[in-house]
């Protein structure tokens, strides 16, 4: 898990990637964390993976509030999103917990079916999938 970084995954999350020792790893997920942008998180952890002979079978996007340039929001807002995020992550959860694979892949990571993102009610605080 980690946050969306100018589009892509942080420096430090991409050099823990190519250390870790896959030779065992049956099943990988990544979940990345965003504001509601645009990212290719995905297609920069699958060319990493790709080199190594491994990929990702399953990967989530899961919509943060975001705190730059956006009007503050209210408690029942920030309620509101947590308790989106709370539901995505349980079934991000239960994804992982039964392994389950997420189908072919798809060059447009983050507007496909593959996304769990939280749903936009308020699109200054939510974002878009």
Do not use: W
């Amino acid at each position: 898990m980690f946050p969306i970084y100018l589009a892509t995954i942080p420096v430090p999350v991409k050099n823990y990637i190519k250390k870790l020792d896959l030779k065992s790893t049956k099943y990988m997920f990544a979940i990345a964390t965003r504001a509601g942008s645009p990212h290719r998180a995905f297609i920069d952890i699958e060319k990493i993976l790709k080199k190594r002979g491994k990929h990702l079978d399953a990967y989530f996007t899961l919509n943060m509030g975001n705190n730059a340039f956006v009007p503050i929001p209210t408690k029942e807002e920030i309620a509101e999103l947590e308790s989106v995020v709370q539901n995505r992550l349980d079934l991000i959860q239960q994804s992982i917990i039964i392994k389950k694979k997420l189908g072919k892949r798809h060059p447009q990571y983050d507007s496909s079916s593959f996304c769990l993102c939280s749903a936009p009610t308020h699109s200054f605080i939510y974002g878009s999938c």
